[in-house]
């Protein structure tokens, strides 16, 4: 089975400008995972999707927000974008049901300038 | 609030040795999971050992393993004949059995070296 992927790899973007991110599942997961990993602030969870609805967020502001489809693949966007926000991002999927375990995507790099 | 420290930042070992690395968490449930991530330096996070709380065994996957006590939420993960390829950053997890599964939580994770 391919593995989680994620698109773009690397983004630059300015401050002020929002930015979407993709993630599509292994085939047959139905549970999509974000997190934000920084040096400062380690992995921190954003938000988890499994069919198509938000069933779990973390303390992140408004300007995080997400979606899935129904074929499982998940974006992400970041709205009015602050240095703060340049982080890898990752994704994560699994079947989605009950402590089964995620497994990761390579991550998108994003640089804010 | 569930928490997870991992006290060591970073940490090398040689080659064929053994190394363990600590992990403590802070919780009042009863039920939950716990993992072992591995990042090498590029990037992909990968799973190297989970560990469910009701199990009173020990998990172990070939060269890995770990030490779990429940009583002083202790969970160590020892590298048996370390290799040059496990050379990464290494990642202790939680995860509430009761509440939404997508939600993982990290330590700070240690940084591991193996030496040839």
């Known amino acids: 089975k391919a593995g989680v992927t994620q698109t773009p790899r690397y983004l630059i973007k300015t401050r002020g400008q929002q930015v979407t991110l993709s993630c599509s599942p292994i085939?047959?997961?139905?549970?999509v995972s974000w997190y934000q990993q920084t040096p400062g602030q380690g992995l921190q969870f954003l938000f988890e999707?499994?069919?198509?609805?938000?069933?779990n967020k973390g303390n992140f502001p408004g300007r995080f927000s997400g979606r899935q489809f129904s074929n499982s693949r998940s974006e992400m966007n970041v709205s009015t974008l602050e240095l703060g926000d340049s982080a890898l991002y990752l994704c994560?999927?699994?079947?989605?049901?009950?402590?089964?375990?995620?497994?990761f995507g390579p991550g998108t790099r994003l640089l804010v300038l | 609030a569930q928490t997870v420290t991992q006290s060591q930042p970073e940490m090398s070992v040689q080659e064929a040795e053994t190394v363990t690395l600590s992990c403590t968490y802070d919780?009042?449930?009863?039920?939950?999971?716990l993992f072992w991530y591995k990042q090498p330096p590029s990037r992909q996070m990968i799973l190297v050992i989970r560990?469910?709380?009701?199990?009173?065994q020990n998990a172990t996957e070939n060269r890995f393993s770990v030490n779990f006590q429940k009583a002083a939420k202790s969970f160590s993960l020892k590298i048996s004949d370390s290799q040059l390829g496990d050379t990464a950053m290494y990642f202790c997890?939680?995860?509430?059995?009761?509440?939404?599964?997508?939600?993982?939580?990290f330590g700070k994770g240690t940084k591991l070296s193996v030496k040839p």
């Open positions: 999707y499994f069919s198509e609805t938000q069933r």
């Open positions: 919780t009042s449930e009863n039920n939950y999971y």
């Open positions: 085939s047959g997961h139905r549970s």
């Open positions: 994560a999927s699994s079947l989605g049901l009950a402590m089964e375990t995620q497994y």
């Open positions: 997890a939680f995860t509430y059995a009761g509440g939404s599964q997508g939600n993982l939580i």
């Open positions: 560990q469910e709380a009701y199990k009173q």
